[in-house]
T-cell receptor, first 111, second 115 residues
Framework: GNSVTQMEGPVTLSEEAFLTINCTYT??????LFWYVQYPGEGLQLLLK?????DKGSNKGFEATYRKETTSFHLEKGSVQVSDSAVYFC??????????FGSGTRLLVRP | DAGITQSPRHKVTETGTPVTLRCHQT?????MYWYRQDPGHGLRLIHY???????DKGEVSDGYSVSRSKTEDFLLTLESATSSQTSVYFC??????????????FGNGTRLTVT
């Protein structure tokens, strides 16, 4: 079945460092891809999405490109802030309309 | 914020008791979902609904049932709660117009503890 694999965390960075969180997927067909963010004690918020190959989703300085050839959707940010500390989830949605999540990656940004 | 309200926000119950969690939406979206979140597992789909009285199982549906008698309400019932069902439960909704491209929007969760 379809699945999403994320890099293990936690990822610890200093403020203004470059961030990459790796995400790869396995899917039949052409899923849509999403990144969600969860701040402590809160629900999940949509961060960005991409719906077809080579699409780039972006929001709040975060970017991710839908790479069909490598089945990847890595999340990047050029300069992280302490306020970016959260858990990040990669997910895919297929033609069944289910949203399938990776296990999440915790990011900790130190001042 | 998407108009999603989960109730209760916190609940402690004893093993063997029935529990019902409620998700209420004000967006008139067709799709509704119940997920559970556990450390190391991300979010796993329990059940989902694609319309009034239309529901289907997710990957971890054993021990759970759902009902959707109105567009705005989606109920999750644990018929006889077990300690393994201690978790944080999230409801989500999605519109149908964008198909699989439409994102899910999540409620703030219900923390359930089964003692």
């Amino acid at each position: 079945g379809n699945s999403v694999t994320q890099m293990e965390g936690p990822v610890t960075l200093s403020e203004e460092a470059f961030l990459t969180i790796n995400c790869t997927y396995t899917a039949t067909g052409y899923p849509s891809l999403f990144w969600y963010v969860q701040y402590p004690g809160e629900g999940l918020q949509l961060l960005l999405k991409a719906t077809k190959a080579d699409d780039k989703g972006s929001n709040k300085g975060f970017e991710a490109t839908y790479r069909k050839e490598t089945t990847s959707f890595h999340l990047e940010k050029g300069s992280v802030q302490v306020s970016d500390s959260a858990v990040y989830f990669c997910a895919l949605r297929d033609s069944s309309y289910k949203l399938i999540f990776g296990s999440g990656t915790r990011l900790l940004v130190r001042p | 914020d998407a108009g999603i309200t989960q109730s209760p926000r916190h609940k402690v119950t004893e093993t063997g008791t029935p529990v019902t969690l409620r998700c209420h939406q004000t967006e008139n979206h067709r799709y509704m979902y119940w997920y559970r979140q556990d450390p190391g597992h991300g979010l796993r789909l329990i059940h989902y609904s694609y319309g009034v009285k239309d529901t289907d199982k997710g990957e971890v549906s054993d021990g759970y049932s759902v009902s959707r008698s109105k567009t705005e309400d989606f109920l999750l019932t644990l018929e006889s709660a077990t300690s393994s069902q201690t978790s944080v439960y999230f409801c989500a909704i999605s519109e149908s117009s964008g198909g699989q491209n439409s994102p899910l929007h999540f409620g703030n969760g219900t923390r359930l503890t089964v003692t």
